[in-house]
């Protein structure tokens, strides 16, 4: 059975300028979770979907981050305009519902110069 | 939201030898759920052991085995005939109970265990 797919698993950017994260997760897994992990720092949820509905999003950056999870599967985290604070690695992990086990992804490296 | 403290950054192991890695914890619930996780350098955290507060026993997985303290509020993990693949960042995590709702992970800071050969 596939893992948790994140892509790309490095990215560089230059603030101010946008990025995207994609995760593909577990097939029939129905909650899907973005955590960043600050360097020496142990991941925080950033948004949790249901489905396709985000039901916990309070940590995210509203201003300038964004998610979406199409047809409750697939889901994209973006950053725009990302800062050098965003400089972070960024994991996906999803889970059959709410009350079982999280399958985490490789996460995405991001490094804003 | 309930916070988990690792206050060990880095631990290091002879080969074959036992390990103790400590997490505590603070939470005003009685039911919840607490977790070990491995993360090496490919980044892909995995599950090590968990354990369900309700329980007293407490939880093994191989070599792997927690102290739980639920009074002290203390979540230990020992590993036991240590191997070189054991060297990663060890997390420390806890979850609320199915009944509160959510499914969110609260993390501590890591520890780095380094196993020397």
């Known amino acids: 059975e596939a893992g948790v797919v994140q892509s790309p698993r490095y990215k560089i950017i230059e603030k101010k300028q946008p990025v995207a994260f994609w995760c593909n997760p577990i097939?029939?897994?129905?909650?899907l979770y973005w955590y960043r992990q600050n360097l020496g720092q142990g991941p925080e949820l950033l948004i949790r979907y249901e489905n396709e509905e985000a039901v916990d999003d309070s940590q995210l950056p509203k201003d300038r981050f964004s998610a979406e999870r199409l047809k409750g599967v697939d889901s994209t985290l973006k950053i725009q305009p990302a800062e050098l604070g965003d400089s972070a690695v960024y994991l996906c992990?999803?889970?059959?519902?709410?009350?079982?086990?999280?399958?985490f992804g490789p996460g995405t490296r991001l490094t804003v110069t | 939201a309930q916070t988990v403290t690792q206050s060990q950054p880095e631990m290091s192991v002879q080969e074959a030898e036992t390990v103790t890695l400590s997490c505590t914890y603070d939470t005003s619930e009685s039911d919840y759920y607490l977790f070990w996780y491995k993360q090496p350098p490919s980044r892909q955290m995995i599950l090590v052991i968990r354990?369900?507060?309700?329980?007293?026993q407490n939880a093994t997985e191989n070599r792997f085995s927690v102290n739980f303290q639920k009074a002290a509020k203390s979540f230990s993990l020992k590993i036991s005939d240590s191997q070189l693949g054991d060297a990663a960042m060890y997390f420390c995590a806890y979850r609320s109970p199915e009944e509160a709702g959510a499914n969110n992970l609260f993390f501590g800071t890591g520890t780095r265990l380094t196993v020397i050969p």
């Open positions: 097939s029939g897994h129905n909650t």
């Open positions: 354990q369900e507060a309700y329980k007293q």
């Open positions: 992990a999803s889970s059959l519902d709410t009350r079982t086990e999280q399958y």
